[in-house]
């Protein structure tokens, strides 16, 4: 069993920065991939970025490039969702997602954007 814990959300102003992190524990081993997602009031889950745990390779959805990155630390367990340059449309609840034998979900940390 692998358990989720992301931490980090609050309200900043547009423009602003915030950055999320996803801690994981349990049984790890068989950990391929950490995603984000959010979701907004009244919108579907989408998919922000992906980070591959053996590899790094990292992916992004249209939206955030060039104003988000996620990064790992192994050792930690930890995947970190850096987020700069925020506008309103960032506004959701934030959750990762960890694909294993099972697809595992945080609790998610609400992101507010707003002046």
């Known amino acids: 069993q692998v358990r989720l814990v992301e931490f980090g959300g609050g309200l900043v102003q547009p423009g602003g920065s915030l950055r999320l992190s996803c801690t994981a524990s349990?049984?790890?081993?068989?950990?391929?991939?950490i995603t984000w997602y959010r979701q907004a009031p009244n919108n579907e889950r989408e998919f922000v970025a992906r980070?591959?745990?053996?590899?790094?390779?990292?992916e992004y959805a249209d939206s955030v490039k060039g104003r988000f990155t996620i990064s790992r630390d192994n050792a930690k367990a930890t995947v970190y969702l850096q987020m700069n340059n925020l506008n309103l449309q960032d506004t959701a609840v934030y959750y990762c997602r960890a694909i294993g034998s099972q697809v595992y979900w945080g609790q998610g940390t609400q992101v507010t954007v707003s002046s």
């Open positions: 349990g049984l790890l081993t068989n950990i391929f991939s």
């Open positions: 980070v591959i745990r053996g590899t790094g390779d990292t």
